[in-house]
């Protein structure tokens, strides 16, 4: 198999993504993400965007900064998109923080300063993205770890867990010391960046893992080459959902509220839902309906008995109506499945959810599934009209950008590695990558991994040599 083959091969099982490779991949990786900066009103009603607006408001006030809030929301109101692309963790991942930087650049183009990722807070700290953690190169281009938790949590979401404490920056310096891949002085380089990124105060009063990382990354961001004007608005997606059902749905006549509470809205969901991805599977029994429960830090899927959900081994059930949902949100005992969350998010709020290549690809059936049960419970024409025009293919996923380079080897880098590497140059290199590389051959080398992840399997077969002059150096 060539690489052509395995290209050809991963774009067959993903028509979507390739339809968007196909109509603009030949653009720069800015001009592609420009044609996403310029303007996008709501496509639902001034009473829905309030409601939206009010409560992101008050979460950008409460977990960052109150004094950005004011201009986020009117850069939201103009371009009414975000990122959900993200796992909700440390921002680490070469494949989330390459999409943040020509977001960036885009905005920096319209005058704004702002980068919205609503990121999956569902994810389980074993994932490949490594939530549980920072990782970066040493100088041999060797992958190094940070971690805040140990594996002991490795099944749980990040969602669930608690704040770390600073005994665990304690436990990474020691880890950084006993390390013998590191001089002397990189290992003084890394404790400083280290302490200064994890060990500011305001991380030790956040009630959760989950609100550590919405600060620690938007002061993160700050530091990366040419962004400390940005501000990066990284909130946990299933902590929006939830606001907005606790402040505006529970117990109102809504069309989320029927959802939730009637059993002729539950069986429409289980029927044009059944097999999407992100949402649930009866014959695989994989997935959960609209929620997961959250026992012991680890999830449980539901399935529905009538109005109530229970776990499979009915150790938790809970009834679908107003008090005990409201008491059971609050008390963080259920998590909202993917589906719910883009229902909510996408679907209802009408907001431009922004993906990798596999979500262009699901939510897109989830919007017709929507749509289908929307249509069999009585959705008038004005709503159908309304979702037709919400968009569900923009792509802001997996490619490469930044890379560090060692005597001709490269590797994409990370945001660890910017604050290791960088230099008086790094932010025009990035600029002028972005600018010149196309996205056809940014993502071009991910399509090995893209071949994993849709295959289940690995190849040996490597992507064209990188075009891109290296952005940072050891």
Request: hydrophobic share 40%; proline share 4%; charged share 25%.
């Amino acid at each position: 198999m060539t690489f052509k083959d395995l290209r050809d091969k991963v774009l067959q099982r993903t028509p979507i993504f390739r339809r968007i490779l196909n109509e603009k991949g030949n653009l720069s990786l800015l001009d592609f993400f420009k044609e996403t900066a310029d303007s996008l009103l709501p496509p639902v009603s001034l009473a829905r965007q309030e409601e939206f607006f009010t409560v992101l408001k008050n979460l950008i006030d409460k977990y960052i900064n109150p004094a950005i809030s004011g201009d986020a929301i009117k850069q939201l109101r103009v371009n009414y998109r975000a990122s959900t692309t993200d796992h909700h963790g440390p921002l680490t991942h070469p494949f989330f923080s390459n999409s943040h930087f020509v977001r960036s650049l885009a905005n920096e183009q319209r005058g704004r300063n702002c980068v919205f990722v609503f990121s999956v807070g569902g994810v389980s700290l074993n994932n490949s993205s490594f939530p549980r953690g920072f990782f970066f190169h040493n100088n041999d281009l060797g992958k190094e770890c940070l971690h805040f938790f140990s594996l002991r949590y490795r099944q749980h979401p990040v969602f669930a867990l608690p704040r770390y404490q600073e005994s665990t920056l304690d436990a990474i310096v020691e880890e950084i010391d006993k390390n013998k891949n590191f001089s002397i002085g990189f290992k003084e380089r890394l404790k400083e960046i280290t302490r200064d990124v994890c060990l500011q105060p305001r991380l030790f009063s956040a009630r959760s893992y989950s609100e550590q990382i919405t600060y620690l990354n938007y002061c993160l961001w700050k530091k990366m080459p040419g962004q400390s004007a940005v501000n990066l608005i990284y909130l946990e997606q299933e902590n929006i959902v939830n606001e907005l059902l606790l402040a505006y749905h529970l117990g109102r006549d809504t069309a989320l509220f029927r959802l939730l509470t009637d059993e002729s809205a539950l069986r429409a969901f289980e029927k044009y839902f059944d097999g999407i991805a992100g949402a649930f599977s009866s014959e695989s029994a994989r997935g959960t309906i609209l929620f997961w429960a959250i026992q012991n830090g680890r999830r449980k899927r539901l399935i529905r008995d009538g109005l109530i959900l229970a776990s499979e081994d009915g150790e938790y059930r809970i009834a679908l109506e107003p008090t005990a949902l409201r008491e059971a949100i609050l008390k963080k005992e259920i998590m909202p499945s993917m589906a719910l969350t883009f229902i909510v998010l996408s679907f209802y709020y009408g907001l431009s959810c922004g993906g990798g290549f596999l979500q262009v690809s699901y939510l897109t059936a989830m919007k017709e599934a929507y749509r289908s049960l929307r249509q069999t419970i009585g959705a008038g024409q004005i709503e159908i009209d309304q979702l037709s025009s919400i968009s569900t293919d923009y792509f802001c996923g997996e490619f490469v950008l930044g890379t560090l380079s060692n005597q001709g080897r490269d590797v994409p880098a990370t945001p660890f590695d910017f604050l290791l590497y960088a230099n008086g140059d790094t932010a025009e290199r990035l600029r002028d990558t972005a600018s010149k590389r196309s996205l056809n051959e940014a993502v071009d080398q991910m399509m090995p991994e893209l071949y994993k992840i849709v295959y289940g399997k690995a190849t040996n077969i490597l992507p064209p040599k990188f075009s891109y002059e290296p952005t940072l150096f050891v």
